[in-house]
């Protein structure tokens, strides 16, 4: 049984930064994609960044690539999101997403995931 599991959410200032692991288990994700996707009430849920397991391509929302960065640790299984100059409009659930997906349009597809996370707060105060 696949489980993600998020952590490292909570309240930061805006201007901080903070770090989100997501803990992978319950089969090989070598060909998984691993994704990070945020939202916020009566929002649609938000592709921020993925990247592949094996070769460790990432994918990048545009307007947050520079200030948010997706990395791996193979040993672990465990991928994690740096959050870099937060700001208030960052205020979200962050979840973690993995599947066997292909093509960067379906990558940035939330409805593309079979398996999530229990998602963690993030409050950005301003």
């Known amino acids: 049984q696949v489980q993600l599991v998020e952590s490292g959410g909570g309240l930061v200032q805006a201007g901080g930064s903070l770090r989100l692991s997501c803990a992978a288990s319950?089969?090989?994700?070598?060909?998984?994609?691993m994704a990070w996707f945020r939202q916020t009430p009566g929002k649609e849920r938000e592709f921020i960044t993925a990247?592949?397991?094996?070769?460790?391509?990432?994918y990048y929302k545009d307007s947050l690539k520079g200030r948010f960065t997706i990395s791996r640790d193979n040993a672990k299984n465990t991928v994690y999101l740096g959050m870099n100059s937060l700001k208030p409009e960052d205020t979200a659930v962050y979840y973690c997403?993995?599947?066997?997906?292909?093509?960067?349009?379906?990558?940035?597809?939330?409805?593309?995931?079979?398996?999530w996370g229990q998602g963690t707060q993030v409050t950005v105060s301003s």
């Open positions: 990247i592949r397991w094996s070769g460790g391509t990432t």
């Open positions: 997403a993995a599947d066997r997906i292909y093509g960067v349009t379906n990558v940035m597809d939330w409805s593309k995931y079979a398996y």
């Open positions: 319950g089969r090989t994700f070598s060909s998984d994609i």
